[in-house]
């Protein structure tokens, strides 16, 4: 069954440094997303993205997260400048924009962000 | 998002039916019922939606109210591997939403062998 890829699986990074998630959807999704979970809490969406543009974000998506789809198969997250409080899981999502209009999203495994 | 309210815990034994009850008594008409679940140290995974009528799939059953105000996940025969949080998810559906997902606290689910 084909799958979201994400890498790397831990990232470690200083504060103040930036960093790039990457994603890999599968092949003939639409519609892309980015979601965190810091520890012990719940899953915050983060960004959604959709022919090329970002669809919808919220709040904690500010002017130091951005997203690119740079080629066709990658979808990735960029953090400019780091801050202690970014670290968390980071989970990447992917759904078909074909069939009935709902359908469910496929989630990655997840990069674990840690920032010293 | 319409908000729904699930137990924080519920414990089931081995190859016992596990019922999860979700409520959502603001549902709108247009909202869609979903269910993933998380296994630790894992992404959130897709369990099963509905609309209006009980859905089957070869994970579990969705069993909706009448009036959609609540509905109840059921897993038919509890494994070791279904020991997750599950999220009951209100999804707005309409032209303009990309369908991002508002997860709460969900139910964290404990399997005994």
């Known amino acids: 069954e084909p799958e979201v890829t994400q890498t790397p699986s831990h990232q470690v990074t200083q504060m103040g440094q930036e960093v790039i998630l990457r994603c890999v959807p599968i092949s003939n999704h639409l519609y892309f997303y980015w979601y965190r979970q810091i520890l012990g809490q719940k899953v915050e969406f983060l960004v959604s993205?959709?022919?090329?543009?970002?669809?919808?974000k919220s709040e904690i998506f500010d002017d130091q997260f951005s997203v690119e789809r740079p080629d066709g198969s990658n979808f990735t997250l960029k953090i400019r400048s780091t801050k202690l409080e970014d670290s968390a899981m980071y989970f990447c999502?992917?759904?078909?924009?074909?069939?009935?209009?709902?359908?469910?999203?496929?989630f990655g495994d997840g990069t674990r962000l840690s920032i010293l | 998002d319409a908000k729904t309210t699930q137990p924080n815990s519920m414990e089931s034994n081995e190859e016992e039916p596990v019922h999860l009850p979700c409520n959502h008594s603001?549902?709108?008409?247009?909202?869609?019922i979903h269910w993933y679940r998380q296994l630790p140290s894992q992404g959130p995974e897709y369990v099963i939606h509905?609309?209006?009528s009980n859905v089957n799939n070869r994970m579990a059953s969705l069993a909706i109210a009448e009036d959609r105000k609540s509905s109840t996940l059921i897993l038919h025969r509890a494994t070791l591997r279904d020991a997750a949080v599950y999220y009951c998810i209100l999804r707005v559906n309409y032209g303009g939403s990309q369908g991002n997902l508002i997860f709460g606290k969900g139910t964290k689910l404990s399997v005994k062998p």
């Open positions: 509905g609309l209006t």
């Open positions: 999502a992917s759904r078909t924009g074909q069939g009935p209009r709902d359908q469910p999203q496929h």
């Open positions: 993205f959709y022919n090329n543009e970002i669809s919808e």
């Open positions: 603001t549902i709108s008409g247009t909202d869609y």
